[in-house]
């Protein structure tokens, strides 16, 4: 199988590092076998990226020019949307369907931040002198950009559309799990007339984004994984004072008061945390039941897990394709197993499913646990499966207490008719974003941060351009 190269200043390239292999955790198979970047490679990428960021042709270029590019790239996933549906359900195990929706979120990403840098505004604060006083926004140079395997079609666009919009060159270094999404939209960016240099997409490993993160010539990195990472960029972003955008992890509750439509929050907290196989960052893990009401909707739940069907992810019947690898599949199985040894009680799932149709994929089953407390590592941990642990609360205080009894404050859900108590819970959950009676409904336009263990800085809406620009004040006497 020939080795495919990755995209660097401009041209494809053969890297001089160890090759990649991408496989298929529906079945096992190589799809493709990636070049992978070296120490050397990455040099040559950032002088490139420099020289591009500099350059007349970007850096000189008017907004509404530079807006026209994005859109472009957005007309480009459409165009492409069902062949690139397939890239990131192969490389990723997402169904189809999923993988559809996300690339349209894509497109739309792409869009927006076209409108975004066409119309964003500098200042003229209030003169205190003999002078005109402009406050103007510049590019913060070349950023590196390290994206996760969940959502490749989308989480690479929410990081290239802002940096790109602000001005900036991009290195961007997709999970070596899931490579292809990220070179496809490098072959989209040259087509859409971004110049060379400005765009680099880099296939590697853990050692590649080390070398990103502690490169003097990358000015800015922008990471979404794991908390533990986050803190190993953080650490070295701060001894070289280089700004970060960090979107890390979360073990996010989703609450249900006893006077809530039942009926809608069983079926929201089903997909809360098993759409995408309970492979996300603002899965409702944590599932706080108020206790008079958590025998029947616990039954209800286990009722709905059950019914989820298992299978590939091309077949439109299926709920859940297989978990990314057969590592990460090993991961969550060792979390719930733990769980079980400490105690827990097995309401549904948690065992390796033994059809002959799923047994050469990473697949794993809804899980549903109970009988162990907020505190236990079921609980506190980040399982990034389809495993859900069912907590039970006796009033809205020890609701409280537990649900910010966490080191993350991503996300939440919160189910009541009572706009009161809505009000009053959802002001004192220590969470980035709340849906009140709904979950998972994201935009583009609504700023997205993490609390606590979850991250630094904004990612979505205007404020996500904002982190990629750095402020610049003129004073013009008169």
Request: hydrophobic share 45%; proline share 5%.
């Amino acid at each position: 199988m020939a080795t495919r190269p990755f995209f660097s200043a401009g041209v494809w390239t053969e890297g001089r590092g160890m090759p990649l292999e991408s496989r298929n955790p529906a079945t096992g198979d190589v799809i493709e076998v990636l070049s992978s970047a070296s120490a050397e490679d990455l040099d040559e990428a950032v002088r490139a990226a420099r020289q591009a960021v500099a350059a007349p042709s970007w850096a000189d270029l008017a907004p509404h020019l530079r807006a026209r590019m994005l859109h472009k790239m957005g007309e480009l996933i459409d165009r492409d949307r069902e062949r690139l549906a397939h890239v990131q359900m192969v490389d990723n195990g997402k169904t189809l369907a999923e993988c559809r929706a996300l690339l349209e979120s894509a497109a739309n990403t792409f869009r927006y931040y076209a409108a975004a840098c066409e119309t964003m505004e500098g200042t003229v604060p209030p003169s205190r002198g003999a002078y005109l006083n402009i406050a103007v926004d510049v590019p913060v140079g070349v950023v590196g950009a390290i994206t996760p395997w969940n959502s490749p079609a989308t989480l690479e666009a929410q990081k290239l559309a802002p940096i790109l919009a602000a001005g900036n060159a991009v290195i961007l270094k997709p999970s070596e799990v899931t490579p292809l999404i990220g070179l496809e939209y490098a072959s989209l960016a040259r087509e859409a007339g971004f110049p060379g240099g400005i765009v680099s997409v880099l296939t590697g490993g853990i050692e590649l984004g080390r070398a990103m993160v502690s490169h003097p010539g990358i000015d800015m990195i922008s990471f979404t994984g794991g908390t533990a990472g986050g803190r190993h960029i953080a650490a070295e972003a701060a001894r070289q004072l280089k700004p970060v955008v960090l979107e890390l992890g979360g073990k996010s509750p989703h609450i249900v008061c006893a006077d809530a439509d039942l009926e809608k929050a069983a079926n929201a907290v089903a997909m809360g945390i098993f759409s995408g196989a309970g492979q996300s960052c603002v899965a409702g893990s944590r599932i706080f039941i108020e206790k008079r009401i958590a025998s029947a909707f616990t039954a209800t739940l286990v009722g709905i897990a059950r019914s989820l069907r298992l299978g590939s992810p091309a077949d439109p019947g299926t709920h859940l394709g297989p978990l990314v690898s057969f590592a990460h599949r090993d991961t969550v199985h060792a979390h719930v197993s733990r769980a079980v040894a400490a105690g827990a009680n097995l309401l549904t799932g948690g065992a390796l499913p033994t059809d002959e149709k799923l047994a050469a994929g990473a697949y794993y089953p809804p899980t549903l646990l109970n009988g162990l407390s907020n505190r236990s590592d079921i609980a506190q941990q980040e399982v990034f499966g389809p495993v859900g642990v069912i907590l039970t609360f006796e009033n809205d205080e020890d609701l409280i207490a537990q649900a910010n009894d966490s080191a993350f404050g991503l996300a939440a859900g919160l189910w009541t008719r009572d706009i009161e108590r809505a009000w009053k819970i959802a002001t004192r959950l220590q969470t980035g974003t709340l849906w009140l009676n709904s979950y998972k409904n994201l935009s583009i336009s609504t700023p997205f941060q993490g609390h606590k263990q979850s991250g630094l800085g904004r990612e979505k809406g205007l404020d996500g351009l904002r982190q990629y620009l750095q402020s610049k004040a003129i004073f013009w006497p008169a």
